[in-house]
Structure formats: C-alpha cells, structure tokens
T-cell receptor, first 113, second 116 residues
Framework: NAGVMQNPRHLVRRRGQEARLRCSPMKGHSHVYWYRQLPEEGLKFMVYLQKENIIDESGMPKERFSAEFPKEGPSILRIQQVVRGDSAAYFC???????????FGPGTRLTVL | AQSVTQPDIHITVSEGASLELRCNYSYGATPYLFWYVQSPGQGLQLLLKYFSGDTLVQGIKGFEAEFKRSQSSFNLRKPSVHWSDAAEYFCAVERGSGGGADGLTFGKGTHLIIQP
C-alpha cells in the first residue's frame, strides 16, 4: 500500500502566479488534511476535506487559497497570485476514518521568487 | 483554543544516554495526543498516540510517552538514544471535540542533536 503521495515535491513560482499542489491519499483513505510549515515553525492546520466536501477550512487564509477533494482524483490545494510569504512546505495527510491517526506525505516545498 | 507547548527548542544528548522531550497542552476535554518525528526534508512519521486507557503509551523505535492529566503533559522518552534519532520532534493534539474529526494542532518542535 503506497503512502500518501504529493507532487510536485518542489515548486518555484514568481509573485502573482498560481500554485497547484496535489495530494493522493493512501488507498482506502477518504479524509484529507492540509498543513503549512513555515521555517522554524511547527505545522499549522489549513483545511480538512472528505470526498467532495470541505469539512473545516478554519485554518485557510480567506483570500487566494482554496482546496478541493473531488470524487475522482487527488486533492488539490490552490494558491492564486502567490506572494513571498506563501513560501513554505505544504504537507498533506490522510486517514481512513475521522477517529484515527493521520499519515503524512513528504510535502511540497513552495518557493516564491 | 487548543495549544501545544514544547519548551525546548534544541536538545543535545550523547549517544546511548536517555532522552525526555517535554510537551504541555491546553485542552478542555480529554485530548487525543500524538508525537511525530520529522527528518530533514521529509514528511512526518507517527511515533505514538494516546486516545484513552493506559497512560503510558509505547511507540515505534523504542519510544514511549506518559500522559499526565494533572500536569497537562505528554512527555516523550527513550532509555537509550541512537545517532539515527537525530531529527525534529513534534507533539500534537487534535483540534476538535475529542472525536478526532479535525486536524491537529502542533507544537513548534524540538530539534534533537545526538553527540557521538
């Protein structure tokens, strides 16, 4: 059973461009979480999704950020009009149920020039 | 709101010595608690978790943690560290109502350095 997969592993964008980060959960997992890790910081919760539903997006910035987890395909975290402050590592985690441990992917390291 | 404090930013331990990493949490109900380890450039790996029951929890790689409700603590321990244990360690508490439905709140991490 493959682990949580994220791509790309590294992403470079110029200010004003869009960034799309993809997360494929472990097989059989229908719960997906996105976190952001800034340098020298712990992970900060962004959003919790189940298939086709956003359950909790209280950690998402109100503007420019959106997430989806369609019926088919990976979960997508989308950042529009990126700014330098968006540079961070973005981690996705999945779990089989809502009451279970979360398995983390290797992360996508976003650099905004 | 839930919060997690890891008071030690860096800890240096000699190889073969014992280790204790501190974690204090703020939570209104019985928390779900976790310890994760992160190697440089990697994702997080779960070491152990506490949901309920026995307050001394055994994890992978020889780690254990003890939940102490009276002290709001969930300290991680290992009797004898190995050079491969050098990494960043994160304590986390689940954010929701105790049902594990929400994401996790993480501490800022403790960087563990192993001296030969």
């Amino acid at each position: 059973n493959a682990g949580v997969m994220q791509n790309p592993r590294h992403l470079v964008r110029r200010r004003g461009q869009e960034a799309r980060l993809r997360c494929s959960p472990m097989k059989g997992h229908s719960h997906v979480y996105w976190y952001r890790q800034l340098p020298e910081e712990g992970l900060k919760f962004m959003v919790y999704l189940q298939k086709e539903n956003i359950i909790d997006e209280s950690g998402m910035p109100k503007e420019r950020f959106s997430a989806e987890f369609p019926k088919e395909g990976p979960s997508i975290l989308r950042i529009q009009q990126v700014v330098r402050g968006d540079s961070a590592a973005y981690f996705c985690a999945s779990s089989p149920t809502s009451i279970d441990e979360q398995f983390f992917g290797p992360g996508t390291r976003l650099t905004v020039l | 709101a839930q919060s997690v404090t890891q008071p030690d930013i860096h800890i240096t331990v000699s190889e073969g010595a014992s280790l204790e990493l501190r974690c204090n949490y703020s939570y209104g109900a019985t928390p779900y608690l976790f310890w994760y380890v992160q190697s440089p450039g990697q994702g997080l790996q779960l070491l152990l978790k506490y949901f309920s029951g026995d307050t001394l929890v055994q994890g992978i790689k020889g780690f254990e943690a003890e939940f102490k409700r009276s002290q709001s603590s969930f300290n991680l321990r290992k009797p004898s560290v190995h050079w491969s244990d050098a990494a960043e360690y994160f304590c986390a508490v689940e954010r929701g109502s105790g049902g594990g439905a929400d994401g996790l709140t993480f501490g800022k991490g403790t960087h563990l350095i192993i001296q030969p």
